[in-house]
């Protein structure tokens, strides 16, 4: 008896389903493509519980006949190509003839659609079977609906993750079709709420505004280059809106989202020089080239393509950005004018400065001979430190003898010449403090002078409404301000407005990469709490901000390391500091 024989139709339709569908992204993403190649203008699309329960997207395309309608659900059934010639210039979304068979195989379908010339027909299938076929009376257009996706293929279901994920797959699929097409207005609705409109007014600013909002449309900037028939356009961030991740990243290869490493590269290497280490630029960056320059048939999801010159397509990349990030910043240049007569003696008192949790003046940096660096030293100061003693206090002797760099504070302590990290060491007295009143449920918080609002995208915003309570119990306080922003009127520590906004953005890319069980969480995002607030390296630091840091970390007693793992101080004794000097033998 043979061991080889052919699938049934229904396994291997199954099969091929899980090639193209993969979750409820999936279905949205080539029904979305479908509309747009039909000549939709207007697409709305909706739906419940992360997609896996409904799906439903209307168009105002072309719409199909009765008999198109039908043949659609056939596997490999398409009107792109016909030829294999045409594999070699698609210039549609979708071409496979893949996806409604394989969206109908793996859920239940409700089809309305109306063509040109035609009467609306409705169309029912179960599991890519046609249950139900009836005229209709419609818009030109197509409506279709899917439900229960998996339900006759529940191991694909395990798969899945919770509601709230599955729709941030989604969002995202849908932002990137708002992002490649600005000529199609969209409308995206989710458990019975709006949360995203595109006019579709075709411009791209307009779809950074809808998605990202008005600060990451206000720190863009146009890039345009045309060469070897490669045509590249978009919009590059500036550096104020980089980000720790590359989700804000997106190329276009004619109107299709791509994705491919070289050109990441490429666009990320024309910012060599302008950005932090660990932060990544925003950029929507659209390529037209020759259809036959570029093969998109080299994966089911159609996201990964191949050039027959990628180094080419690669350098046109590179120039268009490092180009437009030059006029920009000759722009700013060009905008600066010096003060007529500038001063060179600096005012008395600078502007006052909040750290340590007290705000007073910084005098300016004052530029001494070494008997004036010694007069500055202060006399010793005694200071009790928790530590295993039976009565719980160890007095200590200090003597603050200055700053150097801008960035170590030297103090003579114990016999010893001890030199602090000031940056090193706020984290780990901020970290101490804030990781204690979580522990204890007894949140800090710092009532901001003014409210800062900070815009977030969609998906951000919604992650924020839902882990509202984690971060009230972490100090913060805020409020719905409109259009994706929130009103921040608290925090856990003292920190200036731009540091509000960098705080809450890493915060919410740190909570959404992690999850609840996940171990050292809590510790991790108090870490970046305690970074962001914490007095950087190059700050000159008053007095009685030094001291109050120095008596900090005395009182801690036992704490060598920032939250990280850096030192945070290290000594020398008299005995190697006189062994140097030979006064030892």
Same mark, same amino acid.
């Given at each position: 008896?043979?061991?080889?024989?052919?699938?049934?139709?229904?396994?291997?339709?199954? *099969?091929?389903?899980?090639?193209?569908?993969?979750?409820?992204?999936?279905? *949205?993403?080539?029904?979305?493509?479908?509309?747009?190649?039909?000549?939709?203008?207007?697409?709305?699309?909706?739906?419940?519980?992360?997609?896996?329960?409904?799906?439903?997207?209307?168009?105002?395309?072309?719409?199909?006949?009765?008999?198109?309608?039908?043949?659609?659900?056939?596997?490999?059934?398409?009107?792109k190509i016909a030829t294999?010639?045409? &594999?070699?210039?698609?210039?549609?979304?979708? #071409?496979?003839?893949?996806?409604?068979?394989?969206?109908?195989?793996?859920?239940?379908?409700?089809?309305?659609?109306?063509?040109?010339? /035609?009467?609306?027909?409705?169309?029912?299938?179960?599991?890519?079977?046609?249950?139900?076929?009836?005229?209709?009376?419609?818009?030109?257009?197509?409506?279709?609906?899917?439900?229960?996706?998996?339900?006759?293929?529940?191991?694909?279901?395990?798969?899945?993750?919770?509601?709230?994920?599955? $729709?941030?797959?989604?969002?995202?699929?849908?932002?990137?079709?708002?992002?490649?097409?600005?000529?199609?207005s969209v409308k995206y609705?989710?458990?019975?709420?709006?949360?995203?409109?595109?006019?579709?007014?075709?411009?791209?600013?307009? /779809?950074?505004?809808?998605?990202?909002?008005?600060?990451?449309?206000?720190?863009?900037?146009?890039?345009?280059?045309?060469?070897?028939?490669?045509?590249?356009?978009?919009?590059?961030?500036?550096?104020?809106?980089?980000?720790?991740?590359?989700?804000?990243?997106?190329?276009?290869?004619?109107?299709?989202?791509?994705?491919?490493?070289? &050109?990441?590269?490429?666009?990320?290497?024309?910012?060599?020089?302008?950005?932090?280490?660990?932060?990544?630029? #925003?950029?929507?960056?659209?390529?037209?080239?020759?259809?036959?320059?570029?093969d998109i048939n080299v994966?089911?999801?159609?996201?990964?393509?191949?050039?027959?010159? =990628?180094?080419?397509?690669?350098?046109?990349?590179?120039?268009?950005?490092?180009?437009? &990030?030059?006029?920009?910043?000759?722009?700013?240049?060009?905008?600066?004018?010096?003060?007529?007569?500038?001063?060179?003696?600096?005012?008395?008192?600078?502007?006052?400065?909040?750290?340590?949790?007290?705000?007073?003046?910084?005098?300016?940096?004052?530029?001494?001979?070494?008997? $004036?660096?010694?007069?500055?030293?202060?006399?010793?100061?005694?200071?009790?430190?928790?530590?295993?003693?039976?009565?719980?206090? =160890?007095?200590?002797?200090?003597? *603050?003898?200055?700053?150097?760099?801008?960035?170590?504070?030297?103090?003579?302590?114990?016999?010893?010449?001890?030199?602090?990290?000031?940056?090193?060491?706020?984290?780990?007295?901020?970290?101490?403090?804030?990781?204690?009143?979580?522990?204890?449920?007894?949140?800090?918080?710092?009532?901001?002078?003014?409210?800062?609002?900070?815009?977030?995208?969609?998906?951000?915003? =919604?992650?924020?409404?839902?882990?509202?309570?984690? #971060?009230?119990?972490?100090?913060?306080?805020?409020?719905?301000?409109?259009?994706?922003? *929130?009103?921040?009127?608290?925090?856990?520590?003292?920190?200036?407005?731009?540091?509000?906004?960098?705080?809450?953005?890493?915060?919410?890319?740190?909570?959404?990469?992690?999850?609840?069980?996940?171990?050292?969480?809590?510790? =991790?995002?108090?870490? $970046?709490?305690?970074?962001?607030?914490?007095?950087?390296?190059?700050?000159?630091?008053?007095?009685?901000?030094?001291?109050?840091?120095?008596?900090?970390?005395?009182?801690?007693?036992?704490?060598?390391? /920032?939250?990280?793992?850096?030192?945070?101080?290290?000594?020398?004794?008299?005995?190697?500091?006189?062994?140097?000097?030979?006064?030892?033998?």
């Open positions: 008896m043979s061991k080889i024989h052919v699938l049934n139709p229904d396994i291997s339709n199954k *099969i091929a389903a899980g090639e193209v569908v993969e979750r409820p992204a999936s279905v *949205i993403k080539e029904l979305m493509e479908n509309a747009v190649d039909a000549g939709a203008d207007l697409i709305t699309v909706e739906i419940k519980n992360g997609g896996i329960s409904y799906i439903r997207l209307t168009d105002n395309g072309n719409g199909m006949s009765e008999e198109d309608a039908k043949m659609a659900f056939l596997r490999h059934a398409t009107s294999s010639d045409d &594999l070699e210039r698609i210039s549609t979304l979708g #071409f496979r003839g893949e996806a409604l068979a394989s969206i109908a195989a793996v859920s239940k379908v409700e089809l309305m659609t109306k063509s040109d010339g /035609c009467e609306g027909v409705y169309l029912e299938l179960d599991g890519g079977e046609i249950i139900s076929s009836q005229p209709a009376g419609c818009p030109k257009g197509t409506t279709i609906v899917v439900k229960d996706l998996f339900y006759n293929t529940p191991a694909r279901m395990k798969f899945l993750k919770s509601d709230k994920t599955e $729709t941030g797959y989604i969002t995202d699929i849908v932002q990137r079709l708002i992002l490649s097409n600005p000529n199609v609705i989710v458990d019975g709420k709006e949360r995203l409109f595109f006019s579709g007014d075709g411009k791209l600013t307009s /779809c950074v505004y809808s998605i990202y909002g008005r600060e990451y449309a206000k720190a863009c900037v146009e890039i345009q280059r045309y060469e070897n028939n490669i045509n590249i356009s978009g919009l590059i961030g500036k550096a104020e809106i980089s980000r720790g991740n590359r989700r804000f990243q997106s190329f276009f290869i004619n109107g299709r989202y791509i994705k491919n490493h070289a &050109l990441t590269y490429a666009a990320e290497a024309a910012y060599s020089n302008t950005l932090m280490t660990g932060r990544f630029p #925003f950029f929507v960056i659209h390529i037209n080239l020759p259809y036959e320059l570029v994966h089911p999801t159609k996201q990964e393509v191949k050039f027959s010159n =990628e180094r080419m397509v690669c350098d046109q990349v590179y120039w268009a950005v490092k180009t437009a &990030l030059a006029s920009a910043a000759d722009e700013v240049r060009k905008s600066f004018t010096p003060p007529a007569k500038p001063s060179l003696i600096a005012p008395a008192l600078s502007e006052p400065v909040k750290q340590l949790g007290m705000s007073m003046p910084i005098p300016p940096p004052v530029k001494t001979t070494l008997d $004036t660096a010694n007069m500055m030293a202060e006399p010793y100061e005694p200071i009790a430190r928790e530590d295993d003693h039976a009565d719980g206090q =160890e007095e200590i002797s200090y003597r *603050i003898v200055g700053q150097l760099f801008d960035t170590y504070i030297i103090i003579e302590l114990d016999e010893k010449i001890v030199l602090i990290d000031q940056h090193a060491a706020h984290e780990r007295m901020i970290y101490e403090k804030l990781l204690k009143a979580k522990r204890e449920k007894k949140p800090i918080g710092q009532i901001l002078l003014s409210p800062v609002a900070v815009t977030l995208s969609p998906d951000e915003f =919604e992650f924020v409404a839902e882990n509202a309570e984690e #971060f009230f119990r972490l100090g913060f306080d805020f409020e719905e301000f409109g259009n994706n922003a *929130i009103l921040v009127r608290q925090t856990p520590v003292n920190i200036g407005e731009d540091g509000v906004k960098a705080l809450i953005l890493e915060l919410i890319q740190k909570m959404q990469a992690s999850t609840a069980a996940m171990p050292g969480k809590e510790e =991790e995002i108090i870490e $970046t709490i305690s970074c962001k607030a914490a007095v950087k390296g190059k700050s000159s630091l008053h007095s009685l901000e030094i001291k109050a840091l120095i008596e900090d970390v005395i009182r801690t007693g036992g704490v060598n390391t /920032c939250p990280h793992g850096r030192p945070l101080m290290i000594s020398i004794t008299k005995y190697e500091l006189e062994k140097m000097f030979k006064r030892i033998v």
